[in-house]
């Protein structure tokens, strides 16, 4: 059984980092395509950032180039989500999501994902 479970959302300030982590359950992070999506009341979840199967290229949003990485911790199963120079707009409900599809590029459609954790809140103070 697949379970996603993410950790790390919390209030912040302008200008701060904050990292979120997804631990992933019964499947290997190594061998998944892995990504974030956000969401805020009344609007459509919105792609953030992914890494493709394998280890592949990365793909961002325009609104997290350059201020966010995605990344995956092989060795305790987790893919993180590293967001600096935060902005009260980036306020949301984040999701992690992973595909077991081999793909040579990394998803950035939410039916690219069929598993889905059940989200963690950050909210940033202006």
């Known amino acids: 059984q697949v379970q996603l479970v993410e950790s790390g959302g919390g209030l912040v300030r302008t200008g701060d980092s904050l990292r979120l982590s997804c631990a992933v359950f019964g499947l290997t992070v190594r061998s998944i395509g892995t990504a974030w999506f956000r969401q805020t009341p009344g609007k459509k979840r919105e792609f953030v950032g992914a890494?493709?199967?394998?280890?592949?290229?990365?793909s961002y949003g325009d609104s997290a180039k350059g201020r966010f990485a995605v990344s995956r911790d092989n060795d305790s199963n987790m893919v993180h989500l590293q967001m600096n120079s935060l902005k009260p707009e980036d306020s949301a409900v984040y999701y992690c999501a992973v595909s077991k599809k081999i793909e040579s590029a990394p998803g950035r459609d939410q039916s690219d994902y069929e598993f889905w954790g059940t989200g963690t809140e950050v909210a940033v103070s202006s």
């Open positions: 890494l493709s199967w394998g280890g592949g290229p990365s």
